[in-house]
């Protein structure tokens, strides 16, 4: 008998384990909104964003961010958005992302902390981190947790999006890289992180949709899309994430280049963890803005 | 649904390996600490730039904090230390070059090919040039060289500073033996894609065959992949050496008893997709043929290898 628990090359070779991972991310997003329950994410660009030489415009970054909750919680205003997400007594840690060669940028963090306190959260209860989020007082306490980092591919996890973000909250990140990082999703049920998380934010303004290698940064393989994919379902978020990153595989080189993984963690985040919708026929991707080469 | 049953299991292997890797080598770097630099002559300067006089020291505790939680690849081929050098220039941008001390020249071959996409560059004893970045091996030592703006210049001067490294390390190393133990070109092995490792996360990153560690791959066991294309189609070799028969024979038994249990006396199987499966041990050696498209051929290959290995064995 073979033993239990084993899944080998020939669970997917028979289909079982293959459909599963091969139809990750489900037939593509709905054409109309369907009985079923959706989630929702708000894909907002804008063609300024980004200078030809790779600056940031912090004013449009703030206006695509306001948009984009705006829309996302179907609020009259910015401040009605906010208001729905965060109260004033809220203690918030921003988990962004500081890998050098490609970090959240400090337009977005910086537009993050003009929101939260807008909403009238002390400045000293909200704190922006990324590898200290451990050790940092603010995230020891917070309330909430906003989450925001790029788009790009990963080693270990295929994308490096929303759920990956938080490996820093636990102290052995090398022990969630296993079957493509498929226990990540473990991790958003640790205390610290728990029930927190109210926005999941990917910045798309240059993301990178191809690499190799551990933490190879590779400017053939980053482009100007220009765009924040933006909700509260961090596997939802990753979902289009990931879709939009495979898409620009297939634009770029003909076809869908295989990853070092395949992103089933993602996946994984859905059916084991159930920490939202991997489907996208069960997402509702609201398009904002500049159009041109959307891809989604 | 597979992915609840698998991942308990999978998840304790892959931390007990890491934290087997962890503590394992932390004493060795604690003596070895330093060193890196004593046995290199390390460039300070190369066309318009300069060192800016800080290397930056890693080790296998603190490599995760430099690779962003990526640092296993590097631990699974026993990695003992980094050293991290930056060179400026007025008005240029940063050139940084990273040089890794690995376990052996076998390993720095293996971290060097596991992610090899680019032309061969000239430098050391095997490179690759693209995208900015110029990655080698030589001796135990594997670096990456690259700068953060573009252009002719920066190219120019990422590959000097590439070729003054390589001077700067004196001993050279072997390819791993392995290898040369695979059925050569004639047979069509693509070359420009084997792969040396010792993880079964890097096997399965390259060919998966199956989450948990049914080989009993590790540290003190080495292993190659060769892909073969025979008429338009693609098999793969596994090739692997353990330090006994003993452990070769417990290897071949998980195996077969998680990847073909119905072949436990012929050694062979049929799989789903029409293709076949073979494996036999040499020895403290195991060679595993998978995707053959007839059962000879798959036995073809086995006993070219077994012929490699003649007076290899133990």
Redesign the interface.
Same mark, same amino acid.
């Given at each position: 008998?073979?033993?239990? =628990? %084993?899944?080998?090359?020939?669970?997917? =070779?028979?289909? &079982? !384990?293959g459909a =599963?991972a091969g139809a990750a991310f489900g037939s593509g997003f709905p054409s109309t909104s369907g009985a079923q329950e959706k989630t929702r994410v708000v894909l907002i660009r804008n063609a300024d964003v980004v200078s030809a030489a790779g600056a940031v415009r912090a004013d449009v970054v703030q206006s695509m961010l306001d948009e984009a909750v705006k829309a996302l919680l179907g609020a009259s205003g910015s401040a009605d958005a906010w208001g729905k997400l965060f109260k004033k007594s809220d203690v918030v840690g921003v988990k962004s992302n500081s890998?050098n060669r490609m970090p959240t940028p400090k337009e977005l963090e910086n537009a993050i902390r003009r929101r939260l306190l807008d909403v009238g959260i002390d400045e000293k209860n909200i704190s922006i981190d990324d590898?200290g989020v451990l050790s940092n007082p603010v995230f020891a306490k917070s309330t909430a947790l906003v989450n925001a980092r790029p788009l790009r591919t990963?080693?270990?996890s295929g994308v490096g999006t929303c759920l990956k973000n938080y490996?820093?909250f636990v102290p052995?990140?090398? !022990?969630y890289? #296993?079957?493509g990082c498929?226990?990540l999703g473990k991790i958003w049920s640790l205390p610290m992180v728990k029930g927190k998380t109210r926005l999941n934010m990917l910045s798309a303004l240059t993301p990178q949709f191809w690499g190799?290698?551990?933490?190879?940064f #590779?400017?053939?393989?980053v482009w100007q899309y220009k765009g924040l994919i933006v909700g509260t379902d961090p596997v939802s978020v990753d979902a289009v994430g990931a879709e939009l990153l495979k898409k620009k595989r297939i634009a770029f080189f003909g076809e869908d280049r295989a990853l #070092? %993984?395949a992103p089933?963690h993602i %996946? &994984?985040a859905d059916?084991?963890y159930h920490l939202g919708v991997s489907d996208l026929s069960r997402i509702e991707l609201i398009k904002l803005g500049w159009q041109d080469d959307v891809l989604l | 649904m597979y992915l609840n049953v698998s991942f308990k299991p999978a998840f304790t292997l892959i931390a007990g390996l890491s934290l087997m890797l962890f503590f394992s080598w932390g004493d060795t770097f604690a003596a070895e600490k330093d060193t890196m630099n004593a046995k290199l002559s390390l460039p300070s300067e190369t066309k318009g730039w300069t060192w800016d006089g800080k290397d930056e020291t890693f080790n296998n505790q603190t490599i995760f904090k430099y690779i962003d939680g990526a640092g296993e690849l590097y631990l699974a081929y026993g990695f003992r230390g980094l050293t991290v050098r930056r060179f400026e220039g007025p008005g240029k941008p940063l050139l940084v070059a990273e040089i890794y001390e690995m376990g052996s020249s076998e390993d720095a071959y293996g971290v060097f090919t596991f992610e090899r996409q680019e032309e061969e560059a000239d430098v050391g004893q095997g490179s690759e040039f693209g995208g900015g970045l110029l990655r080698f091996w030589k001796g135990v030592y594997f670096v990456s060289v690259y700068g953060e703006g573009e252009g002719a210049e920066m190219d120019s001067a990422v590959l000097e500073l590439g070729k003054r490294i390589a001077e700067s390390i004196k001993v050279p190393g072997s390819k791993p033996a392995l290898l040369g133990f695979l059925p050569d070109k004639t047979f069509g092995l693509d070359t420009a894609n084997m792969y040396f490792f010792r993880s079964h996360v890097l096997l399965n990153q390259r060919f998966f065959v199956a989450h948990q560690n049914i080989l009993q791959l590790g540290r003190d066991v080495e292993a190659v992949l060769g892909p073969y294309d025979r008429e338009g189609k693609r098999m793969h070799l596994v090739l692997v050496r353990y330090p006994s028969n003993k452990r070769a024979q417990d290897a071949f038994q998980t195996f077969v008893r998680a990847y073909m249990p119905e072949a436990a006396a012929s050694g062979s199987v049929k799989t789903e997709d029409g293709k076949w499966t073979r494996i036999r041990a040499y020895g403290e050696f195991l060679a595993i043929v998978f995707g053959a498209l007839t059962e000879a051929e798959a036995e073809k290959l086995l006993a070219v290898t077994g012929t490699n290995l003649k007076g290899k064995t133990r």
């Open positions: 008998m073979k033993d239990h =628990l %084993v899944i080998t090359r020939r669970d997917f =070779l028979r289909g &079982a !384990a =599963l890998w590898r990963h080693h270990w490996i820093m052995d990140p090398w !022990a890289h #296993d079957e498929s226990p190799r290698g551990a933490h190879f #590779d400017r053939r393989y #070092d %993984v089933i %996946v &994984a059916k084991t | -």
